[in-house]
């Protein structure tokens, strides 16, 4: 597989339950080898576009592609879905509830064994085999879920809130296990709130609101076509010159440092000039990108407005 | 095809390979011949023999009654209660009770007491210091004017409270006055032993082809097997209930949903646990035929007349396939409701109803089994929800002709197919809907839906 296959093709899909849309003529493209980020926030349609890849509901409208082939139940085989709503069966041993999970991916028992044993003792988790749910902690709890989502070895690997619960060595360990299905040339999408976390992982990234697309593209698109506005500031005087409405529209105070949104049209070289020229003692003048934060919530409120 | 046996699998493990089900297995058995045989072992221990004067000034009494709780008279007694009560399996636990006390021949020993021309009071005095010096245990008086409708005999006991030696007592009583006032009316010893013979009732049931059988080992034998579907029905039922409540609760929908086809993930579940279920009928049932067996024929060795229910290994096939026809009627229901609900209690109230219908479809049995070919027994043995449970019982009461029978099949084998559509449809939509309880119309819109 190439770079450039697509995994998943999502075409002017909507579904909708009752009169609600829940998703509205939503259309992106995955491609193998990617971390897809899939965000937008609580009620988008995030989850109800996620059962829809997954084969749990159907749409309405439209269609879905996988593996450059029409849905059909066979291709849920080759995928592995961790939901945000995780569970386990309480009182069943972790070693029979994933040769289950195993079996309904039609891997063979034995083929599943070993690969049971290989994810256990890669998460540390050996002396817990034969445990019930109820004796793990929740951590343990959740690792147990992801092996259940890679037992089958997918093709496309979509991840709800996989770090949810998680303490930050556990954290670290998932990104090193996502790095490694992504040289594999697997396909991942993910889906979360963490900014900072898409950010560090995701290659390319869809954000949505209110059922639709509001943003698509690869992370460095999208920062770069926000990024042109925004001066990391550290300066002694030329406090005449940050109050001109013409230059700047905002200003965010930092510990030891500003934050300054550029005004409509003002050009950054401009606005260094005049500080130097007010006598402003500059030990910092930065451009910088917008943290996927920053385009986020600006996104989502422009889209809520 | 391979992920619905999974399923299948995983069910069918999940409830056998648990200590629960061996216990529940080995157990059932164990209460229900508890039920049936502890009140009589309890009542079996027989109490001390009762020292007894008895006062009779007129002497009429005194003697007979003393003849009738004579040892050998009592003995006779019991052993005549033994023989009625292994008739009377299905009396009630009261009527067990007595026979049980009649079975044990309870033993009186007659103390002697010179009543002389002391006045009675006089008499209760030295009676009653004599039961506190613990020499005798009772004494009773009879009143000397015992042929009035009022005359009152009395006993004071020690323990009056032992109503086993009392019962004995009373009758034993009764007998001898009955036998005295017949004796002051002319009548003789001999035609009075004649007059109070009991009748020989032997019931006889006569089928459609003509032939004789006893019907009193039938009878037990059709309630058990009621009561047995009627169980296994409502415990299985209520395990598929659990079962998709725990799915639906800890959102294990949600990744069994991404794997599988709900309708092969639900049909797995309910041939699953109703594999389970025939396991533990079948289990009962083998050891009880086994169990059974032995027994009549011990029984039988040992002199006491019983017929042994004659069950063709045909009313076994009907009875399983019936079994497996009320629980798919009843799992799917509960699948159902399951996948409506948020939790069991919930889950329970919705439950209300069909677990009626089950009870009613019980009760319904008795009247089977009176009349196993009354238009009431056709119509209930052949009638949805009901068939399941009343066909086996009628089979067993009454072989019912076979078109009844494939009737009954065919009917509940259309609600089946009807149920489980319906069920699958609540099923795939209700197991992914969280936090609330859904109303009527919502799963009406459910079913509708694409």
């Given at each position: 597989?190439?770079?450039?296959?697509?995994?998943?093709?999502?075409?002017?899909?909507?579904?909708?339950?009752?009169?609600?849309?829940?998703?509205?003529?939503?259309?992106?493209?995955?491609?193998?080898?990617?971390?897809?980020?899939?965000?937008?926030?609580?009620?988008?349609?995030?989850?109800?576009?996620?059962?829809?890849?997954?084969?749990?509901?159907?749409?309405?409208?439209?269609?879905?592609?996988?593996?450059?082939?029409?849905?059909?139940?066979?291709?849920?085989?080759?995928?592995?879905?961790?939901?945000?709503?995780?569970g386990l069966y309480k009182k069943m041993k972790i070693i029979d509830q994933l040769r289950y999970?195993?079996?309904?991916?039609?891997?063979?028992?034995?083929?599943?064994?070993?690969?049971?044993?290989?994810?256990?003792?890669?998460?540390?988790?050996?002396?817990?085999?034969?445990?019930?749910?109820?004796?793990?902690?929740?951590?343990?709890?959740?690792?147990?879920?992801?092996?259940?989502?890679?037992?089958?070895?997918?093709?496309?690997?979509?991840?709800?809130?996989?770090?949810?619960?998680?303490?930050?060595?556990?954290?670290?360990?998932?990104?090193?296990?996502?790095?490694?299905?992504?040289?594999?040339?697997?396909?991942?999408?993910?889906?979360?709130?963490?900014?900072?976390?898409?950010?560090?992982?995701?290659?390319?990234?869809?954000?949505?609101?209110?059922?639709?697309?509001?943003?698509?593209?690869?992370?460095?698109?999208?920062?770069?076509?926000?990024?042109?506005?925004?001066?990391?500031?550290?300066?002694?005087?030329?406090?005449?010159?940050?109050?001109?409405?013409?230059?700047?529209?905002?200003?965010?105070?930092?510990?030891?440092?500003?934050?300054?949104?550029?005004?409509?049209?003002?050009?950054?070289?401009?606005?260094?000039?005049?500080?130097?020229?007010?006598?402003?003692?500059?030990?910092?003048?930065?451009?910088?990108?917008?943290?996927?934060?920053?385009?986020?919530?600006?996104?989502?409120?422009?889209?809520?407005? | 095809?391979?992920?619905?046996?999974?399923?299948?699998?995983?069910?069918?493990?999940?409830?056998?390979?648990?200590?629960?089900?061996?216990?529940?297995?080995?157990?059932?058995?164990?209460?229900?011949?508890?039920?049936?045989?502890?009140?009589?072992?309890?009542?079996?221990?027989?109490?001390?023999?009762?020292?007894?004067?008895?006062?009779?000034?007129?002497?009429?009494?005194?003697?007979?009654?003393?003849?009738?709780?004579?040892?050998?008279?009592?003995?006779?007694?019991?052993?005549?209660?033994?023989?009625?009560?292994?008739?009377?399996?299905?009396?009630?636990?009261e009527e067990k009770l007595k026979s049980g006390s009649e079975q044990l021949g309870e033993s009186?020993?007659?103390?002697?007491?010179?009543?002389?021309?002391?006045?009675?009071?006089?008499?209760?005095?030295?009676?009653?210091?004599?039961?506190?010096?613990?020499?005798?245990?009772?004494?009773?008086?009879?009143?000397?004017?015992?042929?009035?409708?009022?005359?009152?005999?009395?006993?004071?006991?020690?323990?009056?409270?032992?109503?086993?030696?009392?019962?004995?007592?009373?009758?034993?009583?009764?007998?001898?006055?009955?036998?005295?006032?017949?004796?002051?009316?002319?009548?003789?010893?001999?035609?009075?032993?004649?007059?109070?013979?009991?009748?020989?009732?032997?019931?006889?049931?006569?089928?459609?082809?003509?032939?004789?059988k006893d019907s009193d080992g039938l009878f037990f034998a059709s309630l058990i097997i009621g009561?047995?579907?009627?169980?296994?029905?409502?415990?299985?039922?209520?395990?598929?209930?659990?079962?998709?409540?725990?799915?639906?609760?800890?959102?294990?929908?949600?990744?069994?949903?991404?794997?599988?086809?709900?309708?092969?993930?639900?049909?797995?579940?309910?041939?699953?646990?109703?594999?389970?279920?025939?396991?533990?009928?079948?289990?009962?049932?083998?050891?009880?035929?086994?169990?059974?067996?032995?027994?009549?024929?011990?029984?039988?060795?040992?002199?006491?007349?019983?017929?042994?229910?004659?069950?063709?290994?045909?009313?076994?096939?009907?009875?399983?396939?019936?079994?497996?026809?009320?629980?798919?009627?009843?799992?799917?229901?509960?699948?159902?409701?399951?996948?409506?609900?948020?939790?069991?209690?919930?889950?329970?109230?919705?439950?209300?109803?069909?677990?009626?219908?089950?009870?009613?479809?019980?009760?319904?049995?008795?009247?089977?089994?009176?009349?196993?070919?009354?238009?009431?027994?056709?119509?209930?043995?052949?009638?949805?929800?009901?068939?399941?449970?009343?066909?086996?019982?009628?089979?067993?009461?009454?072989?019912?002709?076979?078109?009844?029978?494939?009737?009954?099949?065919?009917?509940?084998?259309?609600?089946?197919?009807?149920?489980?559509?319906?069920?699958?449809?609540?099923?795939?939509?209700?197991?992914?809907?969280?936090?609330?309880?859904?109303?009527?119309?919502?799963?009406?819109?459910?079913?509708?839906?694409?």
């Amino acid at each position: 597989m190439s770079e450039q296959n697509v995994t998943l093709r999502v075409e002017n899909v909507t579904k909708r339950f009752g009169d609600f849309a829940a998703v509205e003529d939503l259309s992106f493209d995955v491609k193998a080898g990617r971390v897809f980020g899939f965000l937008g926030p609580n009620g988008a349609g995030k989850t109800t576009t996620i059962r829809m890849i997954v084969g749990i509901t159907a749409p309405d409208e439209g269609k879905i592609e996988l593996f450059g082939k029409d849905f059909t139940g066979d291709l849920q085989n080759r995928i592995g879905y961790l939901p945000e709503e995780r569970g386990l069966y309480k009182k069943m041993k972790i070693i029979d509830q994933l040769r289950y999970f195993a079996a309904l991916k039609n891997v063979p028992q034995g083929e599943a064994d070993k690969r049971i044993d290989f994810w256990l003792e890669r998460m540390n988790l050996g002396e817990w085999k034969r445990k019930k749910t109820t004796d793990l902690s929740k951590g343990m709890q959740q690792k147990v879920q992801f092996i259940s989502t890679v037992l089958h070895n997918p093709d496309l690997l979509i991840l709800d809130e996989p770090f949810s619960g998680l303490d930050p060595i556990n954290v670290e360990f998932l990104i090193d296990v996502i790095s490694e299905f992504k040289t594999q040339d697997k396909t991942i999408i993910f889906s979360t709130h963490l900014m900072e976390t898409a950010e560090r992982l995701c290659s390319d990234i869809l954000l949505i609101n209110k059922s639709r697309k509001v943003v698509a593209g690869t992370l460095r698109e999208v920062k770069q076509s926000y990024g042109k506005n925004l001066i990391a500031l550290r300066a002694d005087g030329g406090e005449k010159v940050l109050e001109d409405k013409t230059l700047i529209a905002k200003i965010v105070e930092h510990a030891d440092e500003k934050e300054l949104v550029l005004a409509e049209n003002a050009d950054a070289q401009i606005l260094l000039k005049t500080l130097i020229e007010n006598g402003a003692s500059i030990s910092k003048f930065e451009q910088i990108e917008p943290s996927l934060n920053d385009i986020f919530i600006e996104r989502i409120n422009e889209t809520n407005a | 095809m391979r992920k619905f046996l999974a399923v299948v699998k995983h069910e069918y493990k999940k409830i056998v390979l648990k200590w629960t089900f061996l216990i529940g297995t080995l157990l059932f058995p164990f209460i229900a011949a508890m039920f049936a045989v502890v009140p009589a072992i309890i009542f079996s221990i027989k109490g001390e023999a009762t020292r007894i004067v008895v006062l009779d000034r007129t002497n009429k009494i005194a003697p007979r009654l003393k003849a009738n709780l004579s040892p050998e008279r009592i003995a006779e007694r019991a052993e005549k209660a033994a023989k009625e009560s292994v008739k009377n399996l299905n009396a009630s636990q009261e009527e067990k009770l007595k026979s049980g006390s009649e079975q044990l021949g309870e033993s009186f020993i007659f103390a002697d007491y010179d009543a002389g021309a002391k006045s009675i009071e006089q008499i209760r005095g030295e009676l009653n210091g004599k039961i506190t010096a613990a020499e005798i245990d009772a004494y009773l008086i009879v009143p000397p004017d015992f042929d009035n409708a009022d005359a009152k005999f009395e006993l004071f006991s020690r323990k009056a409270g032992d109503f086993i030696a009392n019962d004995t007592l009373k009758d034993a009583l009764n007998e001898a006055v009955r036998s005295q006032r017949l004796a002051d009316a002319n009548i003789s010893e001999a035609r009075l032993k004649e007059l109070s013979r009991n009748v020989e009732f032997v019931a006889r049931q006569v089928d459609e082809k003509g032939n004789e059988k006893d019907s009193d080992g039938l009878f037990f034998a059709s309630l058990i097997i009621g009561m047995m579907i009627y169980i296994t029905l409502a415990i299985y039922g209520n395990m598929i209930m659990g079962a998709v409540v725990e799915e639906k609760e800890t959102r294990i929908a949600e990744i069994l949903f991404s794997s599988a086809k709900p309708f092969e993930l639900m049909m797995g579940k309910l041939v699953g646990v109703g594999l389970a279920g025939l396991t533990q009928l079948a289990i009962w049932i083998i050891s009880a035929l086994v169990l059974v067996g032995i027994g009549m024929a011990q029984l039988s060795a040992s002199g006491v007349a019983v017929s042994i229910p004659n069950i063709t290994p045909l009313m076994v096939i009907y009875f399983f396939i019936f079994f497996l026809l009320g629980f798919f009627i009843y799992a799917s229901i509960f699948a159902l409701i399951g996948s409506m609900v948020t939790s069991m209690q919930e889950g329970g109230q919705f439950a209300f109803p069909p677990v009626m219908i089950l009870l009613i479809g019980f009760y319904f049995s008795f009247a089977v089994i009176r009349d196993p070919n009354s238009t009431l027994s056709f119509w209930i043995s052949i009638a949805p929800f009901f068939a399941p449970i009343t066909m086996p019982v009628r089979i067993l009461a009454e072989m019912p002709p076979f078109w009844q029978i494939l009737l009954a099949i065919l009917i509940n084998g259309a609600a089946i197919t009807g149920l489980v559509w319906l069920a699958s449809r609540v099923y795939r939509v209700g197991m992914l809907m969280y936090g609330k309880r859904a109303t009527i119309p919502e799963v009406w819109k459910w079913i509708r839906q694409k």
